[in-house]
């Protein structure tokens, strides 16, 4: 078996090369190189042509041409004939693509014969006698275009019809689907104007009122007098509501007059449609013979029926629940013959009305679905249905509703079924009922009365304009046939014509050069694989253009990458040709051209396989030299006590070293340096070449290391060499080998550094490592000195902090200091020593702290009397201060002050101020449970003057003198303000004396003390508003951010839902369980105030713990509220008009409002409070497509006039 694999062809072709010289290369070497006499494949063998042999020649993609091919195959298109109109079928109508409510209707108003003839009569003012159909968009109005169109569909000669022109004469959408019942109704409104006009025919002016007009009475009756009141009206249809279902009243369904009828039928809505209404209370009617306004019954009464009776179910009706339109999808019976007589108040004479027409909607929503049409032919009574493009007959003279344009409730599985002689459906929105003429007997019951009937009209009836259109639509149809079978003839005749050319060029390629042959009588070519398979692909990437097609561009032949510095074939290359015959090959150049062309022998490159033949006896000659330097380096061991030194980088990759220096220098010679298939395989020896990141350890018998980047570029040996060129001091880096395995790799390398186990290390090297060895000392000494003099500090134990104010005075300090100085602290000879600290980057340009260390103390506190801003957008908490400064003790100061230069200090007091206020006495109840007090002074969080709003911060700093600090010997008390050196403190509000709302007794004036925090020099207060005013702006600028909604319980269940999320909360266990008598969970006194709006936004962690119902949800700055709505019913199924969202207390309303605009930040926690849920899930969909609001038919030429 010959063999097939790649790499065992390419190892054969190569194997010669280990044992011959390559000044003793022959002709016979390099054939074998160049796989010259390799047998070929048989034909079809091969899935998949073998790379590795030029003389196989299938799987190129021969396969599709040497078969036979239909002349199906050669063209892509469809049968012209196909879209020819068979006989006098009727033609379909293609949809736009939300069309198919125009196409139903369109069919409809076809069939009937008088609307036709009125519409074929109609006279255009002016049109053009150049009018093509095409081009009748530019005539006088759209009846023009329904004329064309009415004339194609009763005679033109396509199987369907192009709607476009009459479309866009009515300025519709294409793309958006509209309310049918809605179309029809302002449709017929058009056309009845269009043809009133004087100079139209009679039968065309009252055509609209003749077929579908009829009338009415509103009949109002007085329940007093007796006296009936009519006001006359007329119709073009019926509007039947179908949302009710049953009688309302009992006396209807007990009345001889009209029959009993099945629930949802068609009778049940013409009987809810002319149902009396009582009009009692503030309805009542004003009688005009009475005088007064008495009770009163009011309905409708028919006087005259149209011809074409049209009853419109009303399906698509508005949900006030939802506030969207849905769609009923409830069935509807209605009968194939209706006796109207009941409904006119004529028991004697019977009113028939036959079926004609049954418009259906199917779908289950709204806001989408498709729309049939079936309808019976007024000549030969057979039913049809017209479903856009397709239009299918159906069996029998009867009507059938199909299965599939019903949906079917999923909990019944069978369709239900309908008494004789009615149909049912629940797409059904439009009954149509002709009026059948009942003198002609009992033959000709089921047709239609002859003011219907009448009108059919032959072609040569028509106008003369239409009766040229619609002969030049049949010519220019003939035509375009003639022309389409043409072209497929001229594909399929080129087709084969190529196909033959391809076969004929095939069968010539093949060429015999065996071992028995002789190479002088034969003649052979390479040729590149890839020409030859794009010359054989079919082009499929194409899927418009056919494959017989001469549109086709083969490319010309290109050489040019597979030809080697010496302008002949690359050994490389040979797996990328294929071996041909020279006829074959002039056939090929002179028809598609190109080159180099690569003749036979001329081709060969002796000189690339001489260097071939080069690297791989030197591959062979390093692999046993790298096994010989092993056993040398395993026998000597480690006690080598003479030798040279080498580095150890350079032992483990002297072998590829070697091999790239052959390389460099054959580089002028050969571009094709590489040797093996591209993943590392030798050819010779199926050895893998050593790379960068793996390299065998040849040399030193120690494990694979990988080489690093910079050992690549340096030479052998030269990374034991120092910048100085002596030998590294460092040992690790190399090693000592005998004389042998020196005399062995100097071989390869013999400009490499030579180094004598006797060379002295470089002394300016240890010169320095001492100095940096010294220098690493003294940096582990100021380590581990300051680490134990500031132990508190490195470890972070034991600080002080604003919120306990457990402090007289201290220093503030940037943080970045501080954690550079850990970091040294911890790793002194990895981690530079800090220089200094730079205190001054913390002061702003008016000379005032850039942070404010203190807001998140003086955001807990109740606001003064003077903070009035609680506008969410200015930002009161300086979150970032924390990571910018550190508050450090008075005695770290002075060690650090010792150890490190400053160039600012920033100094923080803590001192206490006392007032005189009133306390209350206990009430008696009060003074029933007794209850123990904690001390104000250590139960209150600490406040001052930093507590106040922003813009109090800088002055309130200054307004507290030093001196006026009370003592504890009941010295003077000195008056401060309020709001700056004395804020008031839980447990100060207290009712003032006198007050008669309360029922406490008032004690006389006590001592409040609080505590005050002094920084010099003060937070600036411009400088910290707008900097937390950027932060916060700029937090409102996301892409993806993660908020979190959380759907709260309404009604009874809140209380309780609230009491166990407290119950399963381990932080409220907590607190609870250790909370000290007379205090509140959060640590705040019994008798302190409400918390502020802004505290109850505070998160007890910065890490967000979610809890039951709440979920989270990936939002982006710019979507809309509406759109967040959407998502939350995804999540929780709640309708966005049930939603009630609030964000901090604040209601969130306006719909078109950005999450911006909102002022909603990433991490932000909604609250949903939602009504009660919708009964239809339906509906979540359609609130999706119809959260736009509707515009229907405004803008087209339906509301023009």
Not at 278 to 303: F, M, N, P
Not at 352 to 378: F, W
Request: hydrophobic share 30%.
């Amino acid at each position: 078996m010959p063999i097939k694999r790649k790499d065992h062809l390419d190892k054969a072709a190569w194997a010669w090369a280990e044992t011959v010289d390559p000044a003793n290369i022959t002709n016979v070497h390099l054939e074998t190189a160049y796989r010259i006499k390799l047998k070929a494949c048989k034909p079809g063998s091969c899935r998949r042509t073998c790379r590795g042999n030029p003389h196989c020649l299938s799987g190129i993609g021969e396969r599709s041409w040497l078969g036979d091919i239909a002349d199906e195959t050669w063209h892509r298109g469809e049968d012209p004939e196909t879209e020819r109109r068979l006989g006098n079928a009727f033609v379909g109508l293609r949809n736009l693509g939300a069309t198919c409510y125009v196409n139903s209707l369109l069919q409809l108003w076809f069939h009937n014969l008088s609307f036709r003839k009125a519409v074929y009569l109609w006279k255009p003012k002016e049109v053009s006698n150049d009018l093509k159909l095409e081009e009748t968009v530019g005539a006088a109005s759209s009846i023009a275009h329904l004329q064309c169109l009415f004339a194609m569909l009763q005679f033109g000669p396509r199987k369907y019809l192009d709607p476009t022109a009459f479309v866009l004469s009515l300025g519709l959408d294409t793309m958006t689907q509209q309310d049918a019942q809605e179309f029809s109704k302002l449709f017929l409104t058009m056309l009845e104007e269009q043809l009133a006009a004087p100079d139209q025919l009679p039968e065309v002016r009252d055509m609209v009122r003749s077929q579908f007009l009829g009338e009415y009475d509103y009949v109002t009756r007085c329940l007093h007098c007796g006296t009936e009141s009519a006001c006359p009206s007329t119709f073009y249809e019926l509007d039947l509501n179908i949302s009710r279902s049953g009688n309302n009243s009992g006396e209807e369904e007990s009345s001889t007059d009209k029959p009993s009828v099945p629930r949802s039928s068609l009778a049940e809505f013409l009987q809810e449609f002319l149902h009396e209404e009582k009009l009692e209370g503030a309805d009542r009617y004003h009688c005009a013979v009475c005088g007064s306004k008495q009770d009163a019954t009011r309905s409708i009464k028919l006087r005259r029926l149209p011809p074409v009776l049209t009853l419109q179910l009303l399906r698509f009706v508005f949900d006030r629940n939802t506030g969207h339109k849905k769609k009923l999808n409830s069935f509807v019976y209605f009968p194939e013959e209706l006796d109207m007589a009941p409904y006119l108040g004529q028991s004697n004479k019977p009113v028939n009305y036959s079926l004609r027409a049954v418009l259906a909607h199917k779908g289950s929503s709204a806001y989408s679905g498709h729309y049939v049409a079936h309808i019976c032919d007024a000549t030969s009574g057979g039913w049809y249905r017209f479903n856009d493009e397709s239009v299918e007959k159906m069996e029998g003279k009867k009507l059938q509703l199909g299965y599939d344009e019903d949906i079917l409730d999923p909990k019944k599985k069978k369709r239900p079924r309908a008494p004789k002689g009615q149909l049912s459906s629940n797409n059904a929105y439009m009954l149509v009922y002709v009026k059948v003429d009942a003198t002609e007997g009992e033959e000709s019951k089921g047709k239609s009365s002859s003011s219907v009937s009448e009108g059919a009209m032959t072609l040569e009836q028509l106008p003369p304009k239409l009766f040229e259109i619609v002969n030049r639509e049949k010519g220019e149809f003939e035509t375009w046939v003639t022309s389409q079978k043409q072209n497929r003839d001229l594909i399929v005749q080129n087709g084969k014509e190529r196909q033959a050319e391809i076969r004929s060029i095939y069968d010539m390629l093949p060429v015999s050069l065996s071992e028995d042959s002789s190479n002088e009588d034969v003649n052979w070519d390479f040729l590149s694989v890839d020409w030859l398979t794009k010359w054989l692909e079919e082009d499929d990437e194409d899927e418009n253009k056919d494959k017989g097609s001469t549109c086709k561009k083969v490319p010309v032949v290109d050489h040019s990458s597979l030809l080697c510095s010496h302008g002949r074939l690359k050994p490389d290359g040979v797996t990328d040709t294929k071996c041909i015959s020279t006829i074959a090959a002039d056939v090929i150049y002179e028809k598609y051209g190109g080159g180099p062309r690569l003749r036979g022998k001329e081709s060969i490159c002796r000189e690339c396989v001489a260097s071939r033949c080069k690297s791989i006896r030197l591959r062979t000659k390093t692999a046993q030299d790298a096994q010989t330097i092993t056993s040398l380096l395993k026998s000597c061991g480690d006690g080598t006590e003479a030798g040279y030194w080498v580095g150890k980088a350079s032992l483990r990759s002297w072998r590829r070293m070697a091999l790239e220096e052959r390389d460099e220098e054959e580089e002028n010679e050969t571009d094709n340096v590489g040797v093996g298939d591209g993943d590392g395989n030798l050819p010779d020896s199926g050895e893998s070449v050593p790379t960068s990141k793996e390299a065998p350890c040849n040399g030193s018998g120690e494990d694979k290391i990988g080489v690093k980047e910079e050992e690549l570029t340096m030479g052998f040996n030269c990374d034991i060499v120092c910048t100085h060129g002596n030998l590294c001091p460092k040992d690790n880096n190399r090693r000592l080998v005998p004389e042998a395995v020196w005399l062995l790799l100097k071989g390869y390398f013999p400009g490499a550094p030579e180094f004598l186990f006797s060379a002295g290390k470089c002394s300016k090297c240890e010169e320095m490592a001492n100095e940096g060895q010294a220098l690493k000392n003294q940096f582990r000494q100021i380590a581990s000195s300051q680490r134990e003099t500031l132990s508190d500090l490195y470890l972070e134990k034991n600080r002080p902090s604003f919120d306990s104010c457990n402090f007289k005075t201290a220093r503030l300090i940037p943080r970045e200091f501080l954690i550079e100085w850990r970091r040294f602290i911890r790793e002194p000879n990895k981690r530079p020593l800090p220089l200094s600290i730079s205190c001054e980057e913390l002061i702003c340009p008016h000379g005032g702290l850039l942070y404010d260390p203190c807001s998140r103390s003086a955001e807990c506190q109740p606001k003064g009397p003077k903070q009035e801003d609680t506008s969410p957008s200015i930002p009161t908490v300086d979150v970032e201060a924390d990571s910018r400064v550190a508050l450090i003790w008075d005695h770290e100061w002075s060690v650090l002050k010792d150890c490190y230069s400053v160039n600012k200090e920033i100094l923080v007091n803590v001192k206490t101020v006392k007032t005189k206020t009133k306390t209350p006495l206990k009430t008696e109840e009060e003074k029933e449970e007794p209850m123990e007090i904690v001390n104000e002074e250590t139960a209150t969080e600490p406040t001052g003057v930093l507590s106040a709003p922003a813009a109090d911060l800088a002055p309130a700093c200054k307004e507290t003198p030093s001196d006026s600090l009370g003592e504890s010997d009941g010295g003077d008390i000195p008056k401060t303000s309020e709001a700056a050196s004395s804020p008031r403190t839980p447990g100060t509000n207290a009712a003032p004396t006198g007050d008669p709302g309360s029922n406490a007794e008032v004690s006389p004036q006590s001592i409040k003390s609080s505590s005050v925090v002094d920084i010099d020099p003060p937070p600036c207060r411009i400088c910290v508003r707008e900097r937390l005013c950027r932060a916060r702006e700029s937090l409102l600028h996301y892409t993806r951010a993660k908020v979190f909604v959380r759907k709260v319980p309404t009604g009874s269940d809140a209380a309780a839902a609230a009491a166990k999320e407290d119950e399963d909360d381990p932080e409220f266990k907590a607190t609870d369980a250790k909370r000290p008598r007379g205090k509140t969970a959060n640590g705040a006194s019994l008798h302190s105030p409400a918390t502020s709006p802004l505290t109850a936004e505070v998160r007890r962690s910065t890490r967000h713990r979610r809890i039951r119902g709440e979920e989270e949800l990936f939002v982006s700055s710019d979507s809309t509220l509406r759109d967040f709505k959407v998502k939350i019913m995804r999540i929780f199924g709640v309708a966005p008009f049930d939603q009630h969202l609030t964000l901090g207390g604040r209601p969130l309303i306006d719909h078109h409002a950005t999450l911006s605009d909102l002022r909603v930040y990433p991490g932000s926690v909604i609250t949903l409070k939602a009504d009660e849920p919708w009964e239809d899930p339906m509906l979540l969909g359609d609130f999706e497509k119809g959260a736009e609001p509707e515009e229907g038919f405004k803008g087209t030429g339906l509301l023009s006039s």
